[in-house]
């Protein structure tokens, strides 16, 4: 097979090595389970692995060593050797020095079974970082045999509970290897959902079964549902993406001098590579180290140089790989560094492109899209320039949305591919040095939202519901939309008269339409605006009665012809002689109060105050305060005072 | 207590107030015992429906005001459960199909087969075809009104259908040609005048001309919106005053509001302001088109005459767009950045031309 041949086909071959690495792994699992199967293994696996670990070494030595730390503290209980106690400290000296940025802190207490209290170490990082790798090598480091559960292996409830008994509680009887188990769970967030029973599961079983064994998971997203109960006991171990100047220089090493690690195969001494190239490599692949080899390795295999433009151009290395929404849209507006690869406009268009292909959730993007593009763009150009950019991002948007209606309604799938364009059309747009602020785009749901409430509650709702309570006639010349348009806003002046004149300044206005609660909670208000009304009747009058304000004139419709009163003018009675008799009037008594006899109820009762020394005493707060107050203690207390 | 609206409503021909002459050319069509498919369009709160109304009622008798709601129950090709209720009497059915959205089509396909397909037991006194009023036509689907389309022929012996619309132009030709139009426009601003003097003199209220003439102005030639304006008022305040104030639907000034702040200043901040605003009128219910419209009415107002052309053919090229798409708050915030872009340019030109 030539390589011509395989250039033209990368993908099927990195998928071929792909598959070589998988059968390489279970027939080291095999050996694992102490059947000889030497003759079998690959040896281009072998060499991988070797170079892995070498890169493992290099620059995830701070993981590295937290890693066997962990494995470390399981001695007491698998080996039976003491605890390195020096080890704490140095440990401690550690952390003071570097006030460490993302690894975790090793729990150094054993539980009461002498085993480290987070039991599980969960590796956590993007793929090709050599997660699976260093797991291995520590376990053998430290002396134990691995057992490995990967994706491939078959994992339902059952055959996983088997694994993981054998695996922590059994041990190689027959072969030639005596080492106590440690188990890796490999991929375990790819572990299909029903599979979280046991992990779940493995918590009761400690306590039941006692797991005896280090167990190392390794997946790609620590933040899967089924992951969430096993964090919490786990000791969580990141893999930070490496530098990509790092990884480069690491590459160059490799492809310049290999002889210092033993290769057996294949050597890369012989294939010529700057600095500049590599780190574009390390661009293209996203850091992955795994991926960075097989692309050094195929090119070395058809030529003996590395140019940035094989580079550029073979489409090895770039992964299928998901990124998240916030990632998706601050690569959107964000420029690529100027020195990087990327920077060049087609590769930048295609990038988007391809990322936004990938991500698939269109809409969500389209509308961060949208949030954002008003955020952006304040200083830097002319207004014109500004609004040429907005109307185009807008024309695009309403394109794409377009776009979608037909796709939709025709079911016509293949428009499908023209939609993720809109994303690269707004990087070109917008994109911008300044680190954007991406925000989750809620307005759309939030309005989603209200208007399902809306229409829940409202009178429209009563419309549309089977349990009307419209009279038919009513009914039948109301539509939905003739109903918020043109009824409901003088509908609610008119049940709700207006009781007190509002200025019209300071109302706020505000949008209200009538929900069914509000016409239930109109009831109150009508009736608080009564009680307020009838108080400020009552005021006046009282008022009035005091003569203060003058009782305005009834309005003439009310006024109504009574009969004036006829009062007997009281003349003065006179005596015979013309003199004024002064009428005795009889004072007016005054109401005496009536002091009750309370002997003559027939019961009553009278309270005795008195004042006792036998009864009273003065007690401090404090003492009160004291939990174990008692009156005699107090007595001696007073007595010492 | 009913609204006046619904008090008031004249229920037969020779009590209608205005498009007299209308009335009577309906009636004789009635007469004849028979009638073609009607489509029957015009403005919102001109009198479609009382004029169908009037119409059966004139045909079949007072039997149609005798109203019930039912409940029906469709099932879609695809096994989902449509509910849609209805109005009838026994003579004839109401429906709004666009109520259950997208499957409009198998609503006005069961429907009319069923009631079509029964006869009418006593043929010698009754008429040997039942109505079926649909509404909101323009709000079908295409699909819905070619499924219509060959019904109508088929079912013409035993049912009639009057169709219900605000605008002909969303209803396709093939309907259009099958059925009588029946334009029924909106009314003049002195015949709402008239008709609110004459419905206050019902109520034994005394509503002052010049009032009478200001709400009818305000009501935009809409007879529903006028009388119902009218009430209000009648509630904040009695007895009328002539310069009373007539309170506007609160969704228009709000619009208005907006359009004021599109005005006042064109930047990308404003622009999300205003974004704010239109998600609060989409979330009630307040139509994309007629926010559109409102919008554009207000917006132009203020500006210049060359400016206006231009402005509206925006409006029309994203309103054309809005009902073509999904969402429309895109098209809606297209449309005023657009008109941002535009304004800001020809200020920005005048003053260029100053110096």
């Given amino acids: ?641 | 207590m009913s609204l006046w609206v619904d008090k008031h409503r004249p229920n037969s021909l020779q009590k209608l107030d205005y498009h007299k002459e209308q009335a009577s050319h309906l009636k004789k069509l009635v007469n004849g015992g028979d009638f073609p498919h009607l489509l029957v369009y015009g403005p919102s709160g001109a009198g479609k429906k009382t004029r169908i109304m009037c119409l059966l009622r004139e045909l079949y008798g007072s039997g149609v005001e005798k109203l019930r709601i039912e409940q029906n129950t469709f099932t879609t090709p695809s096994n989902k459960k449509l509910e849609i209720s209805t109005i009838s009497s026994n003579y004839h059915i109401e429906v709004n199909p666009s109520d259950v959205g997208n499957n409009d089509r198998v609503v006005i396909q069961e429907l009319i087969k069923t009631v079509a397909q029964v006869n009418q037991l006593e043929s010698a006194s009754q008429k040997d075809f039942k109505v079926v009023i649909l509404t909101e036509v323009d709000r079908l689907s295409k699909d819905a009104q070619h499924a219509l389309r060959r019904t109508m022929e088929k079912y013409m012996a035993t049912c009639r259908l009057i169709l219900c619309c605000n605008s002909t132009s969303k209803v396709i030709p093939a309907i259009r040609s099958r059925c009588l139009g029946v334009r029924v426009a909106a009314p003049t601003i002195d015949e709402i005048a008239q008709i609110l003097q004459n419905t206050c003199k019902k109520e034994s209220l005394n509503l002052p001309v010049d009032l009478a003439r200001k709400i009818a102005e305000k009501s935009n030639r809409n007879l529903r919106r006028a009388l119902l304006m009218s009430e209000a008022c009648r509630v904040q305040q009695y007895p009328f005053s002539p310069d009373q104030e007539v309170t506007e639907p609160d969704w228009e000034l709000y619009l208005k509001e907006t359009a004021g702040l599109i005005i006042q200043q064109q930047s990308p901040k404003r622009l999300l302001e205003v974004r704010a605003r239109i998600y609060e009128l989409l979330t009630h219910c307040i139509p994309p088109d007629v926010i559109i419209r409102g919008l554009l009415q207000e917006l132009i107002t203020n500006c210049d005459g060359q400016l206006k052309c231009e402005v509206v053919e925006a409006a029309a090229y994203y309103e054309h767009r809005l009902q073509l798409g999904q969402k429309a708050i895109y098209h809606l915030e297209a449309f005023i950045a657009k008109f941002m872009a535009i304004y800001k340019r020809f200020f920005e030109e005048g003053i260029a031309d100053l110096f």
């Avoid at chain 1, 001494?269 to 190239?277: F, R």
């Avoid at chain 1, 959730?361 to 389209?366: A, L, W």
């Avoid at chain 1, 925000?439 to 208007?451: T, V």
């Fill in chain 1, 1 to 641: 097979m030539t390589y011509d041949v395989l250039e033209r086909n990368v993908g099927s071959v990195v998928l071929l090595v792909g598959l070589c690495e998988q059968v390489a792994k279970s027939l080291k699992m095999s050996r694992l389970l102490a059947v000889s199967i030497d003759e079998l293994k690959d040896q281009i696996e072998q060499e991988r692995q070797q170079k892995l670990l070498d890169e493992a070494d290099r620059i995830t030595a701070e993981i590295h060593r937290t890693l066997l730390h962990w494995l470390k503290l399981w001695d007491y209980v698998v080996f039976g050797k003491e605890l390195n106690i020096k080890n704490k400290d140095k440990k401690k000296q550690n952390k003071d020095n570097k006030k460490k940025k993302y690894q975790p802190e090793v729990m150094d207490e054993l539980d009461k079974y002498n085993r480290p209290v987070q039991k599980i170490a969960l590796l956590n990082g993007p793929p090709g970082l050599g997660k699976t790798t260093l797991a291995h090598v520590l376990a053998e480091h430290a002396g134990y045999s691995t057992v490995e559960i990967n994706a491939s292996d078959d994992r339902s409830a059952e055959v996983f509970k088997n694994k993981l008994e054998s695996a922590t509680q059994m041990k190689a009887v027959l072969g030639d290897d005596p080492r106590p188990n440690c188990l890796i769970i490999d991929e375990i967030d790819g572990a299909p959902l029903r599979t979280d029973e046991p992990i779940g599961q493995k918590k009761k079983k400690q306590q039941g079964g006692l797991l005896l064994r280090p167990i190392i998971c390794i997946c790609n997203d620590q933040y899967v549902p089924a992951l969430r109960q096993l964090r919490q006991c786990a000791l969580i171990v990141n893999f930070p993406p490496t530098e990509p100047a790092k990884l480069a220089g690491r590459l160059y090493e490799v492809c310049s001098h290999s002889d210092e690690v033993d290769f057996e195969v294949i050597r890369f001494e012989q294939l010529k590579a700057d600095m500049n190239t590599l780190l574009a490599l390390c661009e293209k692949t996203d850091n992955d180290i795994r991926s960075c080899l097989n692309t050094l390795q195929f090119i070395q295999r058809k030529k003996k140089e590395l140019s940035l433009k094989s580079i550029q151009m073979s489409n090895v290395g770039s992964k299928d790989s998901n990124k998240s929404l916030f990632s998706l849209w601050y690569d959107v507006f964000s420029m690529p560094r100027q020195k990087s690869v990327v920077h060049v406009i087609t590769c930048r268009f295609h990038n988007i492109v391809r990322s936004a292909h990938a991500s698939g959730d269109y809409e969500k993007i389209i509308q961060g899209l949208c949030l954002e593009k008003y955020v952006i763009p304040n200083i830097v150009w002319g207004s014109t320039l500004i609004y040429k950019n907005m109307n185009m991002a807008s024309d695009w948007i309403c394109f794409t949305d377009e776009l979608y209606q037909y796709i939709n309604h025709m079911q016509d799938y293949c428009l499908m591919p023209y939609i993720p364009y809109v994303v690269a059309t707004f990087h070109l747009l917008y994109a911008s040095n300044q680190r954007p602020k991406v925000q989750y785009p809620h307005a759309q749901y939030e309005a989603l939202f209200g208007l399902i409430v809306f229409d829940k509650c409202s009178i429209i709702y009563n419309y549309t519901s089977p349990q009307t309570e419209m009279l038919p006639s009513t009914r039948k010349y109301l539509n939905e939309q003739c109903a918020v348009l043109e009824v409901l806003p003088p509908l609610m002046d008119i049940i709700q008269p207006t009781l007190r004149p509002k200025s019209r300044l300071t109302v706020v206005y505000k949008l209200r339409f009538p929900i069914a609660d509000q016409l239930s909670e109109l009831g109150k208000t009508w009736m608080r605006l009564l009680d307020f009304l009838i108080q400020l009747e009552k005021m006046r009058r009282t008022e009035s009665a005091s003569g203060t304000i003058v009782q305005k004139p009834e309005p003439s419709h009310k006024q109504k012809l009574t009969a004036k009163p006829i009062t007997e003018e009281e003349k003065p009675i006179k005596d015979f002689f013309g003199r004024v008799i002064k009428k005795k009037t009889p004072e007016p008594k005054q109401k005496k109060v009536e002091k009750k006899n309370v002997l003559t109820t027939d019961i009553w009762f009278h309270f005795k105050e008195g004042y006792s020394n036998a009864v009273r005493r003065n007690i401090h707060l404090a003492l009160l305060v004291q939990q174990d107050y008692n009156p005699r203690k107090a007595e001696t207390l007073k007595m010492k005072f």
